[in-house]
């Protein structure tokens, strides 16, 4: 298996965990296992670099961002530090303790955009992914056609 086409396996794994997990904790590591796929593979970081127009007119670093801040946070929570972090860091890692506590609010912003998060992760995976997503099209037609 070719180095890309292991990659390719990998971020699908990863992307079917977050698609696969219900509402909990566990949906939240399935996004960091996801985003960690990303960072530790330059070339599907690269893929998503704010440098590419197309990147921004579709607002790609934003919304990845979203999900990189809660892999910052749930590797801030796995590891304690005296650093300051910044009001921001602290915030993701609260609400992220308390899901991790298992309450459950939907004053909590990110578990009421748990699905908007979900969403997200897709977007991604299509924009790293498209011939994944051109094969499913054409399995829908194939099937509708017979």
């Known amino acids: ?27 939240f590591e399935a996004i960091h296992d996801f985003v960690a796929c990303i960072e530790h593979t330059s070339s599907f970081a690269d893929a998503l670099s704010p440098r590419i127009k197309a990147n921004r007119e579709l607002n790609i670093p934003v919304r990845y961002g979203y999900l990189k801040q809660i892999y910052r946070g749930l590797e ?7 650093e300051d972090l910044g009001h921001a860091r602290y915030m993701v890692i609260r609400e992220l303790t308390q899901i991790q506590s298992s309450e459950f609010s ?7 955009k748990r699905e908007l998060w979900r969403r ?5 995976y299509k924009k790293l992914n498209p011939q994944f997503f051109q094969a499913k099209n054409r399995k829908k037609v194939v099937r509708g056609a017979a």
């Open 1 to 27: 298996m070719q180095l890309l086409e292991k990659e390719q396996a990998e971020l699908h794994a990863a992307f079917q965990k977050v698609v696969d997990t219900p509402p909990s904790f566990d949906f």
């Open 106 to 112: 939907e004053s909590n912003s990110f578990w009421r």
């Open 120 to 124: 997200l992760v897709g977007e991604i």
């Open 76 to 82: 801030d929570v796995k590891t304690k530090s005296n």
